[in-house]
């Protein structure tokens, strides 16, 4: 167990639908990292937020958005869903900028 | 040059065997970085690597800082069923972390 959550494990929606994956990061950890991973694409950055202020931007879609709250859980929001974003949504935190990042057991979204 | 290149993409090996895979780019990273992946869960971080030629174990795993910076080995010795997952290398660049695609390590029965 790595100490960081994710809610919901599974979550199954249509397309054009909006939908909001949490994350708690591990206690302490001030950064939070978010990644898609699909089939062919592997593990693929999308954003991290340190300290509630956005760090770095990866390949976010525009219909993507996230927020750190001050309790320093997370949300990531998908909007206008399409088929193509069915995936593996990974949530991870790190005690600061550092490297070395903790994984939380994923949401996987499935759109139909 | 951004990407992170693994091989093999796959490997098929008796229990017991020990297991080579490696990570490479066309530049320079200055930290080197292995997760394993078990199927539904989310990347474990197995040994991190701050030095070129730095070698690193945990347990049966042992992890290679390439001189060049430019790859990164790991090796696991006497493989158990246990060690099949996906296994990725990972590094700095940019003010994120990128990930390769991973070497799937299936154990045959």
């Known amino acids: 167990d790595s100490g960081v959550t994710q809610t919901p494990k599974h979550l199954i929606t249509a397309t054009g639908q909006r939908v909001t994956l949490r994350c708690s990061p591990r206690?302490?950890?001030?950064?939070v990292y978010w990644y898609q991973q699909s089939l062919d694409q592997g593990l693929q950055f999308l954003i991290q937020?340190?300290?509630?202020?956005?760090?770095a931007k990866g390949n976010i879609l525009e219909r993507f958005s996230a927020q750190q709250f001050p309790d320093l859980h997370s949300e990531l929001n998908l909007s206008s869903l399409e088929l193509g974003d069915s995936a593996l949504y990974f949530c991870a935190s790190s005690v600061e900028d550092d490297n070395e990042q903790f994984f939380g057991p994923g949401t996987r979204l499935t759109v139909l | 040059g951004q990407q992170l290149n693994q091989s093999p993409q796959s490997m098929f090996i008796q229990e017991g065997e020990d297991v080579s895979m490696n990570c490479t780019s066309s530049?320079?990273?200055?930290?080197w970085l292995w997760y394993k992946q078990d199927p539904g869960e989310g990347p474990v971080l197995l040994i991190a690597l701050y030095k070129a030629g730095e070698l690193t174990s945990n347990g049966r795993l042992t992890a290679q800082f390439g001189i060049t910076r430019k790859d990164s080995f790991l090796n696991i010795s006497a493989s158990i069923p246990s060690d099949v997952g996906i296994y990725f290398c990972a590094g700095p660049r940019d003010d994120k972390i990128i990930f390769g695609k991973g070497t799937r390590l299936h154990i045959l029965p």
């Open positions: 206690s302490g950890d001030l950064s």
């Open positions: 937020y340190y300290n509630g202020e956005e760090r």
């Open positions: 530049s320079i990273f200055n930290t």
